[in-house]
């Protein structure tokens, strides 16, 4: 039997009723809310289940700014076809979402289990490029962070529920894309790329180069920002950029990928995604 | 604990263990169309639906689907043993070879057309992605299923 | 040719169809589970080579639910193969049930039967063993070298062709003069291509449940191609005599050759006689990844020579074979590598074959949809590439120019058997030319060849490839077939024959109802029961379609002989004038009798009989399919990826007596071989240790990997074969690789000689171009 050693299954109605069956951080007592990791893999010391799915927010929310609240219990089918996410950053959540894992898994697993892994994902880059904030309930009250922060240094915090990602509204003018290589397509990414570019006029606003699976879950090509918003957006620029973002984002080598062949996809990949997002920008 | 799973629209009450797989609980409750052939979320031979959605069950604790809609296969055929569009199909088109991977593969396709009437190739293999099939190459299964979506589109329900 | 029948060459719905579509329990491990069934689980090694130095299970016996445990200390010591291969079986005898030395990290140390599976592997877990840890053996250069760790070193095995080197068979086969031949040649070309660790991973892991019937005989349901060596091996391994055992296989969740081998079925035999309980064994996944069987990995060194003209003129194969721990199918793959390549080129007078089949402390390689050509192809199709490139010819037209024709021969037959001499045979059905041609022309070989069309940063190619196979093992295999009508005129069909989700049981009953006249309907098929259909060898070899349909159609022969006697007696005809057509048979005088009739005369009225016959067909010859392959590619230079962009298969199978079925089981096998060339791969660490060990790790094609695969039956006529049919299940898998192969050199020029070929792979070939 799967999980033979959880012997209990706790529904909780309220969020707070959650939080107390997590709060003295008991390793034994895991967080559920979609189809999940931890019907497969979750370790033997675990021995209750906690689920969530009936308290958290499911629903994907815009304002009129354009920045979008996603409840922790959407799924990744409902992001995926969601049509204010669909238009965000120009199309990249979509593009994004259609290559993490497959249908059976996207129906069922939810934001805020993908998230509170932090583990090898496609999700991640693009949501980090999109400043995404999430937000953490702990005894009552609920606190925003930066996502890049909590994946950095609070994932493994103390407890806490991931209730929501919050992802701001962008200017007009502003431009994401995502590539990414793995074997087949079902598979683990063995490098990820999402760049993103607000521009106003002939000025660069923001750039955000981020890398994923690296095998890292993140991290931004900052010096690459940095040459890309000080020398525009031509094809030189770019080039620079990408060979920049290959220099300084770590990369490692497993069985399935050395670290010399995954730089080499750095570069390719930041190219590809800047190119296509300057694709984007334009009217 | 005692959970109530709506299978095929029937109220079925099943005793299962808290950690038991959604798989393991319909399999164990006699849905053996519902297969194991990994048991680790690769495979897709699991999948049955969930509210109408394909899922696969090896990933869900029986629990977490109470009270939910889950079909198999059972659940897709018909009166009188009379078969669904996508049964009928696959057997014309040759997407049957061993049938281990056909339940599952049938029932993520029912939920792709229902959602999807006129689905294009890409957008077929795409919703299929997590169905695994070593023995046919997909082809004719693909074919099965576009068949199925015209027949269904022009409103036949037993193929 | 098809088009002179009436059942057969029709694609008609499979016979277990009905059931596959609504999901019936007919697999395995879906039969009602018997009262007191126990659960078996296993402790496998996790040394790659090892003594046991010493094993106590007595924490184990004590904990809830358990009912016994085996280890080699209570179980038969005799050494056998575990290899589904006729008797004698040509591979060495050098598996025990429980070793006291673990030579691979998922070989058997003990196994735990307990009420529950979970108390099975909670008490498995409670064994303790203590290994004396011996230098491991990792690649196949280590083992043959001087001074190598001798893998087995036991003094009981049996036909080990060199245990103290580690060579588990050798062979060798030769014609004319190689050294003379490549002298007199113009152009020689050699190639060393290396082939990786593969694993059949079929959807259904192994299962068997066993029982004892209501007179005490071992009943073992199990997913096996090989019924019938089952009850052999199963009891000559638990001293049990044969009549006291029944195989049946039910429906089977694919095998593709791995479950060509008596794998599991003897743990739960064997708790069944110890305790009188039913018993199951059910394989995980990464049970199936790390302690079931693999294709051989192989390094295979090909030379050719030609003439100026392009007239192959000399052949020299070397082939150094991973058999892995123990040497199930080791003799035979090896052979087959050449057996089922080399006759391709017949034109070429000099040839020499040889091999070694080596252990090593690694997966057990065993039998494998291709069975060594799919290894061989990779060589010698590349390196016929190579040739014609050398002699600035087309590859199309070398191939053309030198493959095997109708009424030809190849001294290769009676030289590579299978594990002993082989029979001569000319060729009586080819139709090879006009595959290539319409696969040539369904591809559009002669527009993109050399043409390397770029979208973006990914660049086309186009390559091609040739093959046979063989239909079934000559003077070897043997299939029966009986036939007994019922009042309807309705037929049962009882055949040994073992359909895998191959759709043998339906086109065997096609070639039934064909010759009876009726429709398929009418034939009901039993198949694969010790107890109540005749002999078969079981499904391997591509053997079924012209095996076991030979024995049908013998025996439907008999039958409707059988049947017009009858009529004849009611008719009071003379012989030479009637026919059967549509269950009537008709006189010239114009009176007639429906099969209807006859039956309820035969089993009800006067002299009364059952109708019906049991025939054989052994096989004295092995008429090969024929496949010629096309394929295009896009290779991103950025990357290294590689995509399939379109598959063209043109196949000679004869006669298709299903047409769909056909086709379904040359894509299926072209699906395999394209992960197997693009993407599949067993990794192991230093120690030996598996990496890949589920489906995530282990990648095989999805629906988005591959393209609309495509399928062009051309069709000859085999005399010798029913209706005209040859056998079609392995060919498809050999041609991938070296098509793909071909392809990437026509789009990039690198030729690539090592698999599976990854991104990163090609990337660097890019890279060093």
């Known amino acids: ?283 | 604990m005692k959970v109530e799973l709506v299978v095929n629209g029937g109220h079925r009450v099943v005793r299962v263990e808290p950690g038991e797989t959604l798989l393991e609980a319909l399999r164990a409750d006699g849905y053996t169309s519902v297969k194991n052939g990994c048991a680790n979320g690769d495979c897709g031979a699991c999948a049955v639906l969930v509210d109408g959605r394909a899922a696969a069950s090896c990933l869900l604790f029986a629990a977490q689907v109470e009270g939910r809609e889950i079909i198999t296969i059972e659940g897709l055929t018909g009166a009188d043993q009379a078969y669904h569009p996508l049964q009928r199909t696959m057997l014309d088109a040759g997407g049957v070879q061993c049938g281990f991977c056909i339940p599952a593969m049938i029932l993520t396709a029912a939920d792709l057309l229902a959602r999807n009437p006129e689905p294009t190739r890409d957008e077929i293999t795409s919703y299929l992605s997590g169905n695994l099939c070593r023995c046919t190459g997909y082809a004719k299964q693909i074919e099965a299923i576009e068949m199925a979506a015209a027949i269904l589109r022009e409103g036949g329900v037993d193929g | 040719m098809a088009d002179k029948f009436n059942v057969v060459g029709a694609s008609l719905h499979r016979v277990d169809g009905r059931a596959l579509v609504t999901g019936k329990p007919v697999f395995a491990d879906d039969l009602p589970k018997r009262a007191g069934l126990l659960h078996i689980a296993l402790l496998t090694s996790p040394h790659a080579h090892a003594r046991i130095a010493s094993i106590d299970t007595t924490r184990a016996e004590v904990m809830p639910g358990v009912s016994l445990i085996l280890d080699h200390r209570n179980t038969p010591e005799r050494r056998y193969t575990t290899a589904g291969q006729g008797y004698p079986e040509p591979s060495p005898y050098d598996a025990r049930m429980f070793d006291t030395k673990v030579r691979w990290v998922g070989d058997r140390v003990a196994a735990v039967a307990a009420a529950s599976l979970l108390e099975a592997q909670r008490a498995a877990e409670a064994i303790d063993v203590e290994y004396q840890l011996l230098e491991p053996v990792l690649t196949v250069d280590e083992a043959i070298a001087q001074g190598a760790p001798v893998i087995h070193d036991e003094d009981d095995a049996l036909d080990i062709w060199d245990g103290s080197r580690n060579i588990a068979a050798h062979v060798v086969a030769t014609a004319g003069d190689v050294a003379q031949g490549f002298a007199e040649s113009d152009a020689v070309v050699e190639v060393t291509t290396e082939t990786q660790y593969g694993q059949h991973a079929p959807l259904e892991p192994h299962v068997a449940n066993t029982y004892l019937d209501e007179n005490g005989r071992l009943v073992i349901v199990t997913s096996t191609q090989v019924p019938f060596h089952v009850r052999r091996i199963i009891g000559m391994l638990l001293d049990v005599p044969i009549h006291r055992i029944r195989v049946i296989k039910p429906r089977i969740g694919g095998g593709f050759g791995v479950k060509q081998e008596v794998l599991i079925e003897d743990l739960p035999a064997l708790v069944t006689l110890r305790t009188g309980l039913p018993a199951e064994l059910v394989y995980s996944r990464h049970q199936e990844f790390i302690s079931s069987r693999t294709r051989h990995p192989m390094r295979i060194r090909v030379k050719l020579g030609a003439k100026s003209d392009g007239r192959l003129h000399a052949i020299e194969m070397d082939v150094l074979s991973n058999t892995g721990a123990y040497g199930a199918h080791s003799l035979t793959v090896l052979s087959n590598v050449g057996s089922k390549t080399l006759p391709l080129y017949n034109k070429a007078p000099n040839l020499l074959f040889k091999g070694d089949a080596v252990y090593t402390n690694l997966p057990v390689a065993g039998a494998y949809r291709g069975y060594g050509a799919t290894q061989g192809y990779f060589a010698l199709e590349t390196a016929v590439d190579r040739l014609a490139s050398s002699l600035d010819m087309d590859p199309l037209d070398w191939r053309l120019r030198n493959h095997i024709q109708e009424g030809e021969t190849s001294p290769i037959f009676v030289a590579l058997g299978e594990g002993r001499e082989g029979v001569e045979q000319t060729i009586t059905s080819c139709a090879l030319t006009e595959c290539i041609r319409q696969g040539a022309e369904r591809i559009g070989w002669e527009e993109k060849r050399g043409k390397r069309e770029r979208h973006g940063s990914w660049v086309h190619g186009v390559g091609m490839s040739v093959h046979m196979q063989g239909s079934g093992i000559p003077a070897i295999d043997m299939g029966a077939a009986t036939i007994k009508m019922n009042d309807n005129g309705s037929f049962n069909l009882l055949i040994g024959a073992t359909d895998l989700g191959t759709g043998s049981d339906t086109i065997l009953g096609q070639i039934a109802a064909e010759v009876l006249t009726v429709p398929l309907e009418k034939v009901i098929v039993t198949s694969s029961d010790t107890d109540i259909t005749p002999f078969d060898v079981g499904a391997y070899a591509s053997s079924t379609t012209y095996v076991s349909g030979m024995a049908v159609q013998r025996a439907a022969a008999d039958v409707r002989a059988q049947i017009l006697d009858v009529a004849r007696e009611m008719l009071g005809s003379d012989p030479a004038s009637l026919t059967l057509e549509d269950e009537r048979v008709t006189a010239s005088n114009g009176g007639s009798v429906t099969l209807d009739q006859i039956g309820i005369r035969t089993l009800y009225g006067e002299n009364q009989r059952q109708i019906g016959a049991t025939h054989s067909f052994a096989p004295q010859l092995s008429p090969p399919p024929f496949l010629a392959a096309f394929c295009e590619v896009a290779v991103d230079e950025d990357t290294g990826q590689v995509a399939v962009v379109r598959f063209v298969s043109a196949v000679d199978c004869g006669t298709p007596i299903n047409p769909r079925s056909a086709e379904g089981q040359v894509e299926g096998a072209i699906a395999n071989g394209i992960g197997y060339a693009l993407y599949e791969e067993l990794v192991f660490d230093a120690m030996g240790r598996p990496k890949t060990t589920d489906y995530a790790r282990y990648k095989v094609p999805g629906p988005q990997d591959l393209p609309r695969l495509e399928t062009i039956l051309v069709e000859s006529y085999e005399p010798t074969g029913p209706m005209g049919a040859k056998s079609v299940s392995e060919i498809g898998i050999n041609a991938p690789i070296p098509a793909i192969a071909n392809a990437i050199h026509d789009a990039t020029g690198l030729w690539l000689t090592k698999t599976p070929f990854t991104a990163e792979r090609v990337w660097r070939a890019l890279q060093s171009r």
């Not at chain 1, 669909?86 to 993490?100: D, K, L, N, T, Y």
């Open chain 1, 1 to 283: 039997m799967s999980r033979p050693s959880v012997t209990e299954y706790r529904r909780p109605v309220s969020l707070d009723e959650a939080w107390r069956h997590i709060a003295d951080g008991d390793p034994a007592v895991r967080l559920l809310s979609g189809g999940s990791d931890l019907a497969i893999s979750a370790p033997p010391e675990v021995t209750t289940l906690v689920d969530i799915g009936g308290v958290l927010d499911a629903d994907i929310e815009a304002d009129d700014e354009g920045s979008v609240q996603i409840g922790a219990g959407a799924t990744l089918t409902a992001i995926l076809e969601h049509p204010d996410l669909s238009s965000h950053a120009r199309g990249v959540i979509p593009e994004m979402m259609v290559h993490v894992g497959n249908p059976l898994l996207r129906n069922f697993a939810t934001i805020g289990g993908h998230l509170a892994r932090g583990r090898l994902s496609d999700v991640v880059p693009v949501l980090i490029a999109l400043d995404a904030e999430v937000m953490l309930y702990r005894d009552g009250s609920t606190a925003r962070m930066a996502l890049s922060d909590y994946l950095t240094d609070h994932h493994n915090d103390t407890p806490h529920i991931l209730t929501g990602v919050r992802l701001s509204g962008l200017p007009d003018r502003s431009a994401a894309a995502f590539h990414r290589i793995s074997r087949t397509a079902f598979d683990f990414p063995i490098l990820n790329a999402c760049c993103r570019i607000d521009a106003s006029g002939d000025r660069i606003d923001q750039i955000r180069i981020v890398c994923g699976a690296t095998p890292q879950v993140f991290e931004r090509a900052r010096q690459a920002e940095a040459s890309l918003a000080s020398g525009g957006l031509s094809t030189d620029s770019i080039r620079e950029a990408s060979r920049l973002a290959r220099g300084e984002i770590q990369t490692g080598s497993g069985w399935v990928a050395t670290a010399e062949y995954r730089s080499h996809l750095v570069e390719v990949l930041v190219t590809r995604c800047l190119e296509t997002a300057v694709e984007r920008l334009s009217p």
